[in-house]
């Protein structure tokens, strides 16, 4: 099984400031890779998919890239509706098989 | 605009049977190159991808769910199921079914909270 590990478990910034995510895969997932936002009380919503194109109506603040096994999620310059939870997720062709990463959380700081 | 609900009981007792159903409109269940999800979410923790479904009935699981996973597909009904057999504690959780592309899932269900309780 590939393990994704996401960090920092926790990131602490302001409103503005631009944050980094990452995600490193135990073996290669060429650019098999999305990310997702979740907010508290709601399923998670798709951000990125393919490593590096954003979903239908997600802001251009987000940005993804990477590939092989290292992976980042970039938002440019944050706003209050993006401290939430982040996940990445990998999809293995054969055995198809998919895992998460563990999160990240986003706090104001 | 494709939604996905799900729906079953909130409360299940130990040794027996999780069953849920995710009803999908907006899409048809039949149209190809989308694998039909479950995906939970332990209290707090991370999430979990519990196994998948294609509308012909193909069916593949996660390795450490599957002799206990049955996921099926009524295309009829435009909807699939999941059903978790000799369910404990720690198959308390909120469970979502999603529509996966490509590897990606979009979109998701609002969840619903089963909880394993005697």
């Known amino acids: 099984e590939i393990v994704l590990t996401q960090s920092p478990a926790t990131l602490s910034l302001s409103p503005g400031e631009r944050a980094t995510l990452s995600c490193r895969a135990s073996?290669?997932?060429?650019?098999?890779l999305a990310w997702y936002q979740q907010k508290p009380g709601q399923a998670p919503r798709l951000l990125i998919y393919d490593a590096s194109n954003r979903a239908t109506g997600i802001p251009a603040r987000f940005s993804g890239s990477g590939s092989g096994t290292d992976f980042t999620l970039t938002i440019s310059s944050l706003e209050p509706e993006d401290f939430a939870v982040y996940y990445c997720q990998q999809r293995s062709s054969w055995p198809p098989s998919i895992t998460f990463g563990q999160g990240t959380r986003l706090e104001i700081k | 605009q494709v939604q996905l609900q799900e729906s079953g009981p909130g409360l299940v007792k130990p040794s027996q049977t999780l069953s849920l159903t995710c009803t999908v409109s907006g899409d048809s269940i039949g149209s190809r190159g989308h694998y039909w999800s479950w995906i939970r979410q332990h209290p707090g923790k991370g999430l979990e991808w519990i196994g998948y479904?294609?509308?012909?009935?193909?069916?593949y699981y996660n390795p450490s769910l599957k002799s206990r996973v049955t996921i099926s597909v009524d295309t009829s009904k435009n909807l699939f199921s999941l059903k978790l057999t000799f369910v404990t504690a720690a198959d308390t959780a909120m469970y979502y079914c999603?529509?996966?592309?490509?590897?990606?899932?979009?979109?998701w269900g609002q969840g619903t909270l089963v909880t394993v309780s005697s």
């Open positions: 073996q290669s997932v060429s650019s098999y």
């Open positions: 479904i294609y509308y012909s009935g193909s069916t």
């Open positions: 999603a529509r996966e592309t490509d590897g990606c899932f979009d979109p």
